[in-house]
């Protein structure tokens, strides 16, 4: 199995964003995700969201129609994953998602970020939602076709339980197996922005984090700290993740909640890697990977308009080629003898 990642959150508010005429005769339509308004600090591009014939608003990034992507000096902070000794045996992190107003999954647009100098310190969160650790950026290295950012990292191993001092640490194979020993970190690309996103002065981001279960093909989750609700997994492939999970209405039973955990749907492979508010709208996002091998997928959820939905805000593809390690734990060899 690949690389992958994972995080928490309870808050809440959105900014209602209105619409005004243009025409005399025409009838302005607000761009939401999927259904509803999007809060201003958080709103995707008309190129990110189109607004269709039909009135519904669909993520045509997710479904392989080419948006425009954002100039790299609009990002504002990524996802992806730290991998131990990936660069040669130095610590290296690839990213799988930039936001820059919207959600962006294009591999140009985050190459190009990471070039461009200004990303600073990253978090690296461990499988049980803690920050295992960061990595202070010095630079960029290409490893097999893909550029990589580079640094020095002070932390534990991201796939490591929480050890007593003195004492070796236990690894968790479920981290390794979804992840293959790298861990889910979060980057701020602007350090004068930090303390607008999850970092102070400059410093490595923090987003709030929160939990999930899985129960009989549902994702149960507390998005907004009102109480959990269930959300239907079922049918979710790698090649076409929902466009938006809804929730039933109906309360779901109890089930051990945690961080991230591996699991399956319907011989799918769906892991919840994080859980956590990456939208700052005061809202659980759940961050999935979903389908293995080259079909590994991250998909991004959203509580965009209300709790009662999950909007796909991001989709990325071809997870195995994107980040720094192959499949077979390869990190988790590495961090343990690093360790």
Known sequence: MDSASY?????????????????????????TPEHGEVPAEGRATQAHRAVHEDGEARDDTARGEKAAAPAPEEAEFLIGAYCPGAARGRPAFGPVLGRAGGWYADDEFLQDVI????????????????????????????????????????????CAEEAVLGEEPAFDPACERALGGCGVAIANVKAEAAGALFGEDGGAPQPPSGDACLQGGELVVDVDGTGPAAYSLRGITAADPPAELVASGEEPGGCEASFAFESNVEDVRVDVLAVADFSRNGRADVLLGVGE??????????ATSTAGRLDRAALARDIDARLPVGPGGAAAQTERELW
Do not use: H, N
């Open 115 to 158: 070039s461009g100098g200004g990303v600073g310190e990253l978090s690296v969160f461990a499988w049980d939602g803690r920050r295992a650790g960061v990595m202070s950026a010095t630079g960029t290295a290409e490893v097999e076709g893909e550029r990589l950012l580079i640094g020095s990292y002070m932390g534990s191993p991201p």
């Open 293 to 302: 091998g080259s079909a590994r997928a991250w998909t991004l959820y959203s």
């Open 7 to 31: 995080l928490r959150p309870k808050v809440a508010s959105l900014v209602a964003v209105g619409c005004a005429a243009a025409f005399a005769l025409l009838a302005c339509q607000p761009v």
